[in-house]
């Protein structure tokens, strides 16, 4: 059934899910991926949590915005 669920296959032969579609958003023509974004978000120093949601925007028709929490100061 379907399920929403975006994914790949690897060089192994292995089903990778990616994210799901309804976490995709337009912004300026190009599809963001929100699971992309906040996994290079968690991949920085010192972040311990992210979150990114699209919001409406006159220019660009989405935009991401993040909620990050940081394991301790943020690291500028």
Do not use: C, K, Y
Request: hydrophobic share 50%; aromatic share 6%; charged share 20%.
């Amino acid at each position: 059934f379907p399920t929403g669920d975006l994914g790949r296959w690897d060089a192994a032969g292995r089903l990778v899910v990616t994210g799901r579609r309804g976490n995709r958003m337009v912004v300026g023509g190009e599809n963001v991926q929100a699971e992309a974004v906040e996994a290079a978000l968690l991949a920085a120093d010192g972040v311990a949590e992210a979150v990114v949601v699209a919001v409406p925007d006159a220019e660009w028709g989405q935009r991401p915005v993040a909620f990050v929490r940081f394991d301790g100061p943020p690291v500028a």
